[in-house]
Each structure stands twice: as C-alpha cells, then as structure tokens.
C-alpha cells in the first residue's frame, strides 16, 4: 500500500523517517511517496487534508482534530527544546519588546506562533515568513526581533545575536509541563489498522536510526544543505527522544493543555 508522508528537511525529521522511507526496515509491503517541506506549508496542507501522514506543529492540531488522528510517535516534544525569541538590538537584549516591535514568526499556525501569543498575548506588530529566512531578516533589520526554531536556535549568537526570552523556558516555568512543538498526525479516511502499522513503523524506524547512531546518514546531510556536522548531532539530540518514539501520557497531557492555550487565546481574540 501507497501512502502519502510530509515531513521537514530538518536533521531531526530525517534522522527520524530515513530507515522508513529508504527501506533500511522491514515496512510491511507498505510505500511513501515523500514529500519535504517547511512545517507551515505542512501545516496548510494538513488543513486542506492534501497529505495521508504528516508532520504538523502541535499549534494547528486543534484546527484539524476531525479529520486527523495524533500518531504516537514521530514527535517533537521535551525540555529545553522551545523556540527563541532573539533581536540584533541592544535596546531589547534581555529585555522586551515594546507594542511597535517588529516580530518575524515561523508561520501563523505554528506553536512557535502560539508560544508567542502565550507571553506576549496582546502584541499585534507579527509579520509570518519562513523559519529559515527569519534570522537573516533580523540581522538585516527588517524587523526587530524574530522567533527562531530549528537548527538557528545552535547558530544565532555566531551571529552576532541576542537572546531576549527563551519561550520554551517560559512555558515550562509556568506550566511544568515538556513543551509539544510538532507531531505526527494521519488523515482519518485511512483505515484505523493501517494507521496502527504505520505508527509502529515510525517507531521501528527512530529504532534503527538511534541504534546507529551518532553517525549521520548521507539522507540526513543531504536534506540538511549546507549545515555544519556538529550542528546536525545538536539537533538530532535535542529533537528526538524518548517522546519521539512514544508521546506517552505526559506528552498527551502537554498536547492537551496546549490545546486549551489555542482556546483561550482565540477566545481572547474573539
């Protein structure tokens, strides 16, 4: 059987889905047609239900809960693990930003996005670009600070940049709960049996890839560009973990009170 699979370029994403998608595994006859994306047009696509199996930010999941179920594995969730919130300016270094800030995000249906409005629930000055473009646009100023994810959180203060709030931090001090930042979800028309092999098979395949580890596969480097080796090992060890091969009940306790979050917040807005 041919499914459908949507997933980052990210070295955690790929560490994750190499052995599947590239037959290192025993997949049950099953087959992926693959698709590599940045997490907000995932995230779009997974709102116009164009993909079987898919990577998403936990902070569009509330929009896609009848027509998507959360699989076990393949996730992004832990400690330490939140978006950055940095500036090229040392008027916000370790301070704030004020109303007219200008704040680049990841995407407006990321948590990175939700994580924001959490501690900065009534800023309005956002402009939404791709993760990647962000850090140039802050040191180009263009804008005046940025949430960053991903591999920029290892390469900002090279930089030259500045941290001023490490959101992930902020969440856990409030709610000592890990922080979800993505998940794996698939599309409900597929048959409840099939969905269980699949998710078995995302574990069996983070098996396999940590079992040989910390060596870097050539699907992982080439889907990383031009990102340096240690910084590929960086994100890999902070990404994918113990939640990645089980969400478990603390991680479906952190889903859910981020869920309530997203409520709250459009609520507010409302």
Same mark, same amino acid.
């Given at each position: 059987? #041919? ?13 994750i889905? @190499?052995?599947l998608?590239?037959?290192?595994? @025993?997949?049950?006859?099953f087959?992926?047609?693959v698709?590599?994306s ?10 116009? &239900? #164009?993909? @079987? ?10 929009l896609?809960? &009848? ?6 594995? *393949? ?21 704030? =930003? ?9 995407? $407006?249906?990321t ?9 900065y629930?009534n ?5 939404f670009?791709v993760?990647? &473009?962000i850090?140039?646009?802050?040191l ?8 960053i ?13 500045? %941290?001023?709030? @490490? ?8 709610? %000592? ?5 993505g998940g794996?979800?698939?599309? #409900?028309?597929?048959?409840?049996? =099939? ?6 098979l ?16 050539d699907y992982?480097?080439?889907?990383a560009?031009?990102?340096?080796e240690? $910084?590929?090992?960086q ?11 089980? $969400?478990?009940?603390? *991680?479906?306790?952190?889903?859910? %009170? ?10 507010n807005k409302?």
């Open positions: 059987m #041919k499914l459908t699979l949507g997933f980052s370029p990210c070295p955690n994403d790929t560490f889905f @190499d052995a998608v590239n037959n290192k595994i @025993d997949t049950n006859g087959t992926f047609n698709v590599l940045d997490v907000q047009t995932l995230n779009q696509w997974a709102l116009e &239900e #164009k993909l @079987d199996v898919t990577k998403i930010s936990y902070g569009v999941y509330p896609l809960l &009848e027509k998507y179920k959360l699989l076990n594995s *393949g996730g992004a969730l832990g400690n330490g693990v939140g978006p950055l919130l940095i500036t090229n300016s040392t008027a916000l270094e370790n301070n704030t =930003i004020n109303a007219n800030s200008s704040v680049a995000i990841p995407g $407006i249906n948590t990175a996005h939700l994580l924001f409005s959490m501690a629930p800023h309005a000055n956002k402009q670009m993760f990647n &473009e850090e140039d646009a802050v180009n100023g263009k804008v005046d600070a940025g949430v994810i991903h591999e920029n959180r290892f390469t900002y203060q090279q930089k030259g940049l500045k %941290k001023i709030i @490490d959101l992930g931090e902020y969440w856990e001090e409030k709610l %000592k709960i890990p922080i979800p930042l794996i979800v698939a599309h #409900k028309r597929v048959e409840e049996s =099939i969905l269980s092999t699949v998710d078995e995302i574990k069996k395949s983070i098996e396999f890839a940590f079992a040989n580890y910390p060596s870097i596969t992982v480097k080439q889907h560009q031009e990102m340096d240690s $910084i590929m090992k994100h890999i060890d902070l990404y994918v973990n113990n939640y990645s091969l089980d $969400i478990g009940n603390d *991680g479906k306790k952190a889903v859910e %009170k981020l869920m309530d979050i997203h409520h709250l917040l459009s609520t409302s």
